[in-house]
């Protein structure tokens, strides 16, 4: 065996036990406990379709913002159908890429597409495919 490969081996071998020791007792033990479905199975809302300039609440701030969607409940003003020399691209995400707070000229998607339209890419549509509480869980 390479003797770089048994250093790194023997290096990452006393992380594995203790991370699997840790895992085995956590699991007997009982934690975490769950007792009901976990609040995340579900989104925590969706998107309505079809808005145009609605008002969205913004209760952390006691503010509001402009949201524009369209018939997919996606904040993007290009139409679902793609015309065919047009590249697309899609950004996915949570309320960051939503652009929670901010609006639809704001987002970062939106921000996108312009900055590659001045670039010359007018072909280039950025979708925004942001919801918020959606997560990697």
């Known amino acids: 065996m390479n ?5 790194i081996a023997f290096a990452l071998l006393p992380a ?10 956590l699991r007997f033990s ?3 406990q769950v007792t009901e479905a976990f609040e995340h199975n579900e989104p925590f809302w969706i998107v309505d379709p079809d808005l ?11 503010t509001s913002f402009v949201v524009s969607t369209n018939s997919d409940g ?7 159908m793609k015309k065919a020399n047009v590249q697309r691209v899609l950004t996915l995400g949570c309320s960051t ?3 929670w707070g901010v609006g639809d000229t704001e987002t970062y998607p939106s921000k996108l ?3 590659l339209h001045q670039k010359g890419f007018k072909q280039v549509e950025v979708v925004n495919g942001g919801q918020p509480g959606y997560t990697s869980f």
């Not at 594995?16 to 007792?25: K, N, Q």
């Open 52 to 62: 145009k300039q609605s008002s969205m609440p913004h209760n952390e701030e006691n």
């Open 30 to 32: 009982g934690w975490p």
């Open 97 to 99: 890429t939503f652009g």
């Open 3 to 7: 003797p770089i490969l048994k250093k």
């Open 16 to 25: 594995i036990v203790v991370f699997s020791m840790a895992e085995i007792g």
């Open 113 to 115: 597409e312009y900055y």
């Open 74 to 80: 996606l904040r993007s003003g290009h139409d679902i």
